[in-house]
């Protein structure tokens, strides 16, 4: 390759949108827009690289006039679902429109845990837990790549806040990092071999992570072993010299220099270049690792263009939210009947939350446009960059349309919600209110509180005044302040539901579909409870500096609550069912490693899915809650299953960061078969002698 060769594949460029309207004229006429272009070498079969973004679907906002693709239900629900083939079909279904449409590389992959209720990508991410995330974000990538796509895994590492996260400094032990965030990673990369790993916007401990030598060189590629490439964040390179310390390609130059004031890459890497200070085995070692990920995925090999049953990806859509909507309470008023109690038709108020209408989505690069486009959209707006992609965009799957079909012989009434005093009206005539609560949640910012917007608490605490029979289906994709819990009879968190998220919330409404989906985040009381009450930076104008410091270390979301001996709103893991489960025989076992090994019965009235829960409870050194494995279960009514389960050995361990290794130590570890983090049905204990592993 020549070294002019060897450059070009060093930077991608943006694709025309409403932000960038004009067209880069390094993008040939003939190539489609798209979140990120790299041209190819067509004379040595390097093909060019045509990105978007995908974590929910096939999405190239603002860049293709009339592009739809199938909308997933936001990855929180993937989460909750706990279903690792679920993850791997919805990966399989994005790698295969994305196929369809010539794009080869998938910024999907968000592997970011839930460190704070407040962070408004959230509902990207999977998790508050690493070996969740890392097994279902694993499956997602070796879905996107078994067709042939290049998929990434982002945002490496600790973008876990949106404030100002140009600006952000991540402080965190570094033993506390490889097992919480990073050791998400580690499982995923090492299941499922990414193509790719996107870096962050944000600095940790004091470097940017695109620049950040230890994170790239010394663990990425270094400790792991990781043979692919690493790209940026777009607007995440500030400098040239990133290239010296791990980062391999600039991604989005535009916004860089709308960030930084130049395309560090270009000019300024072919000036290093040239005085001497970039060297060329460098150079090629970059090219080198886009090349194996090009030719070890087969993006290079595509004969033809793939069919795409939209039908069939459209019910991966809704099996997705059906699995993923979580009970969080039933006092006995789910599932809905079409008859009252007198026998006569069930009156049933449908209140708020746009439901005559459809259902939300997340905000920002995520944001898919469905097949028919969407049914509505309302510009919000705010500070930064990306303060013109904050919007309220409803996918065109009506919950009240969906009851009535479900319910034909009730009587069904709609009110916005607009007023408390108004929708109030509604519910006190009717034999149970269904009230949605919505919040608009997206990249670039954090939530402010954990309270619904518009007035909408207040409309719910009136109709639960109104009616005791009460439901509030959340719309959300962080958990909620819930001041009018002790009034209403049930609870949904229905998250961002995708495409087909009417139909599904209608389904576990009236018990169509038993609900099975499982807290993937530690729901708190208050943010009195979490690790930072206030957050750094809140409030402040786009571009303020700010630092967080990460105190909590590996112990994210219910391990803090373990640790702080507090009880949450609702716990991690936590899900109801309309049926029963019961755990008998759980034995743990050590024979060159960890096993556990219980029977579960579906002991109730109907056939539903569990997911049983493993976890650490104490080791030699005291308390320390950590998931250890999980099982989702299908089973009928009095069926029984034994589940054996084999442990991760890092998920019982420490990191020493003096040694490089991972340290075992010798003693007794008692562990926890449960419904949810801190509801312990059966314990064991398991004596496990010292090690050293790892790297």
Request: hydrophobic share 40%; with cysteine.
């Amino acid at each position: 390759m020549t070294d002019e060769e060897r450059f070009s594949l060093l930077i991608s460029v943006m694709g025309t949108n409403a932000t960038l309207t004009d067209k880069d004229p390094r993008i040939p006429e003939d190539v489609p827009m798209s979140a990120g272009y790299t041209p190819g070498v067509p004379r040595l079969g390097i093909p060019a690289l045509l990105m978007s973004d995908a974590s929910l679907g096939v999405t190239n906002p603002g860049y293709r006039e009339g592009d739809t693709a199938t909308a997933l239900p936001a990855s929180i629900a993937l989460g909750a679902s706990f279903n690792p083939e679920l993850a791997r079909r919805s990966g399989q279904m994005v790698g295969r429109e994305a196929r369809s449409k010539g794009l080869n590389v998938q910024l999907a992959g968000g592997l970011n845990l839930h460190r704070d209720p407040r962070n408004g990508r959230n509902f990207e991410y999977l998790s508050e837990d690493p070996w969740l995330t890392g097994v279902l974000g694993a499956e997602s990538v070796r879905g996107i790549q078994g067709e042939q796509v290049i998929s990434t895994v982002k945002h490496f590492s600790l973008n876990c806040n949106e404030t100002n996260r140009h600006w952000l400094d991540a402080i965190i032990d570094p033993a506390a990092h490889r097992e919480s965030d990073l050791l998400a990673f580690e499982i995923a990369i090492e299941r499922a071999g990414p193509g790719s790993v996107m870096t962050g916007y944000n600095k940790v401990n004091g470097t940017y992570a695109g620049g950040n030598e230890t994170l790239l060189q010394g663990i990425l590629k270094g400790a792991w072993g990781f043979p692919g490439w690493v790209m940026s964040d777009w607007g995440a390179t500030p400098s040239w010299d990133f290239a010296l310390r791990g980062q391999d390609q600039e991604s989005g130059v535009q916004i860089d220099v709308m960030m930084w004031g130049q395309e560090a890459f270009t000019g300024s890497l072919r000036e290093a270049y040239a005085a001497g200070d970039f060297p060329k085995e460098r150079l090629s070692e970059m090219v080198q690792r886009i090349l194996y990920a090009v030719f070890d995925v087969g993006i290079d090999r595509w004969e033809e263009t793939p069919d795409v049953d939209l039908a069939a990806h459209a019910e991966i859509a809704l099996e997705t939210a059906r699995q993923g909507i979580v009970l969080l309470k039933n006092d006995g008023v789910l599932p809905l009947d079409a008859l009252s109690a007198s026998g006569g038709p069930l009156k049933i108020a449908v209140i708020g939350g746009h439901a005559q209408l459809g259902v939300p989505i997340g905000a920002g690069s995520s944001a898919v446009v469905p097949p028919g486009g969407y049914a509505e959209s309302h510009t919000i707006g705010g500070p930064g960059i990306m303060g013109s992609m904050r919007n309220l965009y409803l996918l065109p799957s009506s919950p009240l349309a969906e009851l009535q079909k479900l319910l034909p012989g009730a009587a069904i009434e709609y009110d916005p919600g607009m007023s408390p005093a108004e929708a109030a009206l509604l519910a006190r005539r009717s034999d149970v209110a269904v009230v949605f609560g919505i919040r608009v949640e997206g990249e670039g910012y954090d939530n402010a509180d954990l309270s619904l917007p518009w007035g909408q608490d207040a409309v719910i605490e009136a109709v639960a005044d109104a009616n005791p029979a009460t439901v509030v289906v959340l719309e959300t994709g962080n958990p909620v302040a819930m001041p009018w819990l002790g009034k209403v009879r049930a609870v949904l968190a229905a998250w961002y539901p995708g495409q087909c998220g009417g139909q599904a919330i209608a389904e576990i409404l009236t018990g169509v579909t038993n609900p099975s989906g499982k807290l993937p985040l530690t729901f708190p009381a208050g943010l009195d409870q979490t690790p930072r009450p206030e957050l750094p930076g809140l409030g402040t104008p786009w571009g303020t500096p700010t630092t967080i410091h990460y105190n909590e270390g590996s112990d994210v979301g219910y391990r803090w609550f373990a640790r702080t001996g507090q009880r949450p709103l609702f716990p991690f893991g936590h899900g109801l069912s309309y049926t029963r489960f019961d755990y008998a025989g759980l034995t743990v076992s050590d024979g060159g490693g960890v096993r556990a090994k219980f029977t579960v019965t579906n002991s109730g009235p109907r056939r539903g899915a569990d997911v049983p829960q493993l976890y650490l409870l104490d080791d030699p050194a005291g308390t320390r809650m950590r998931l250890l494995g999980f099982e989702r279960v299908d089973l009928d009514v009095g069926e029984s299953r034994t589940v054996s389960l084999d442990v991760d050995p890092r998920l019982l361990a420490t990191y020493d960061t003096d040694r490089g290794q991972w340290h075992t130590a010798g003693g007794s570890y008692r562990v926890a078969l449960g419904h949810a983090a801190g509801d312990s049905a059966l314990e064991a204990d398991v004596l496990l002698a010292e090690s050293w592993f790892g790297r």
